[in-house]
């Protein structure tokens, strides 16, 4: 929790500031009961209608004191929780942008997005109820306390005594609420990760008819989470009944006792006893208030928890290394004996050892689930290999910085995606591009057809996940974005795959225009490698065989059978 109250410290004079005036409404609220005493006590038996009249108007003047206070206070209130759930979903939005890939992976998307959402809105709340009710409600339980005390000591003893249980209470419900909450949390990302993987396969849902089977899976999952929010709600849910009965126990008691004080002391003490049991209800209500921000706490803890552990994951540093480890090879792509292992699994690559010249194409071919898009993970810096190194001009890619790294790729990946907007805004995500970039890299992926030569022409809109475009054009579109800026390294992971022969073709044949431009191209269609300079065949995460088309096919048995197969 100590990591989520430091978004407090900016703000923290507004947050005092709330917090006095809200204690400041607590004086004369509490001074109207008081008032009333008087007037029933010893203004009215007195017959003094001028004392009356002048008790009745301070009555009615703190009535507005209170109320302009705690609108002040409310409103300030307001102001602060908004900064701060600003800020820390800001801060928690940017450290999921910064996260090293395994780190996603073991976290998991739904559940980042769990956090940014519901945690950050608990935690949030409970900022509001402690800013609101932070110091009034304590204020309001002592200040009656001792004006009870005042009116009539006898009375404030049962107050008292039933307090220890309140406290007790909530003591003990809070301290079990706090694991229920947590894997509630847990539930709800499985409803986070069962809405977002629906709405990416809906059309593969609808076609295989499956929609009955995947409402069956999100009700299993959302009854999981019922069951949850039912078994916390059914425990914080004892606190209010069992504050009430014991509050009214007390008060039954204040009756009886004020009774027979009232029929001993006779009827001068009826304001008195009027006072007190309004004292009773103010103690009461507020007590329950403080109640429900223990129950509020509970939930926020559980919440604070999820988020620290995303905010204080290790940054990776920026700067590079003083002792940075140099490349023996003066080529530009290294790959010194790479091993990668996801988790404490088999090794995903194993032994991997290449090296590639600057304004080479280098083809990367295998089966399905062979490690090539691991490879690509791993030359893009997204993943530390488990032993060995990467070497990029030399440099080891650890301790290059981010986005020295990063600035040297152009990458269209297998799952890339397209947001809505236009498709020029797709295309340049919002880098600063002269149009004439813009234009060589549409035309140099053969995305002229559909993005330059139409009415609308870089102004047309795309879909949320280019819904209303073709798998071609929606690749064609991918491959303008990672050609544009000239980057170093030209990454295409498996990106030409809906792309028809004659098309994938002329891109390659573009792509080798680009002088001093790096390729690295991912496929399981040979046609699209076979014009590279070395390519790398991968079998098991493995390299079995290196070479180029015409010698991969005298030596490798894998890519004559990929060749054969594919009839070239």
Not at 257 to 267: N, S, W, Y
Request: charged share 20%; with cysteine.
């Amino acid at each position: 929790m100590r990591t989520v109250i430091k978004y407090v410290k900016p703000y923290l004079f507004t947050a005092l500031f709330a917090l006095i005036i809200k204690a400041v409404s607590v004086f004369s609220e509490l001074a109207i009961p008081k008032m009333l005493a008087i007037i029933i006590d010893e203004n009215v038996p007195k017959g003094d209608m001028e004392a009356v009249l002048q008790n009745g108007a301070l009555m009615l003047l703190f009535a507005v004191l209170t109320f302009l206070f705690n609108v002040i206070g409310n409103r300030a209130s307001a102001h602060v929780t908004g900064w701060i759930a600003r800020d820390l979903r800001s801060d928690l939005f940017k450290k999921t942008l910064s996260l090293e890939a395994c780190d996603t992976d073991r976290i998991g998307l739904s559940s980042l997005t769990s956090r940014l959402t519901a945690d950050s809105y608990n935690i949030t709340n409970f900022f509001a109820r402690i800013i609101r009710l932070g110091m009034k409600a304590p204020l309001m339980l002592i200040g009656g306390i001792i004006i009870t005390l005042t009116i009539d000591y006898r009375l404030a003893l049962i107050l008292i005594a039933v307090l220890p249980l309140v406290a007790l209470t909530v003591y003990i419900i809070t301290r079990r609420s706090v694991p229920i909450y947590n894997s509630q949390q847990q539930r709800q990302d499985e409803i986070v990760s069962r809405i977002d993987e629906t709405a990416s396969g809906i059309r593969v849902i609808k076609a295989l008819s499956k929609e009955n089977y995947e409402k069956r899976k999100f009700s299993a999952s959302a009854k999981a989470l019922s069951d949850k929010e039912i078994e916390a709600g059914r425990l914080t849910s004892l606190t209010k009944p069992i504050n009430d009965f014991i509050f009214y126990m007390g008060l039954c008691l204040v009756i009886v006792v004020g009774a027979c004080m009232a029929k001993t002391d006779g009827e001068a003490a009826s304001g008195k006893l009027l006072a007190f049991m309004t004292y009773f209800t103010v103690i009461l209500n507020n007590m329950i208030m403080m109640t429900r921000i223990f129950v509020q706490a509970s939930r926020a803890m559980a919440s604070a928890a999820r988020i620290e552990e995303v905010l204080l994951i290790p940054t990776e540093k920026s700067e590079p290394c003083e002792l940075a480890k140099r490349s023996e090879s003066d080529s530009y792509i290294v790959f010194d004996d790479v091993t990668f292992s996801y988790g404490s699994g088999k090794p995903a690559l194993e032994n991997i050892s290449f090296t590639l010249e600057r304004g080479e194409v280098l083809g990367i071919i295998g089966a399905t689930g062979s490690g090539k898009t691991t490879l690509i993970s791993l030359l893009l810096g997204l993943y530390k290999p488990t032993s060995g190194n990467i070497y990029i001009g030399g440099r080891e890619i650890g301790e290059i910085p981010r986005e020295e790294l990063y600035s040297i790729f152009g990458v269209a990946l297998q799952n890339d995606f397209i947001f809505s907007g236009t498709l020029k805004d797709n295309i340049t995500f919002f880098r600063e591009a002269d149009l004439s970039d813009i234009e060589a890299a549409i035309n140099t992926a053969k995305a002229r057809e559909f993005v330059l030569d139409t009415d609308e022409g870089p102004l047309r809109m795309a879909t949320t996940r280019g819904t209303n475009l073709s798998g071609g054009q929606k690749q064609r579109l991918l491959i303008s974005r990672a050609l544009l800026g000239n980057p170093e390294i030209v990454i295409l992971d498996d990106s030409s795959s809906a792309l028809d022969y004659k098309t994938d073709k002329a891109l390659r044949a573009a792509l080798r225009e680009r002088v001093g431009t790096t390729t690295v191209i991912v496929s399981q269609r040979i046609a699209s490698v076979m014009g590279a300079d070395k390519i790398l065949v991968i079998d098991g995460g493995r390299i079995t065989d290196v070479g180029t088309h015409s010698e991969l096919l005298e030596k490798s048995e894998i890519y004559r059978d990929i060749a054969s197969v594919q009839q070239i």
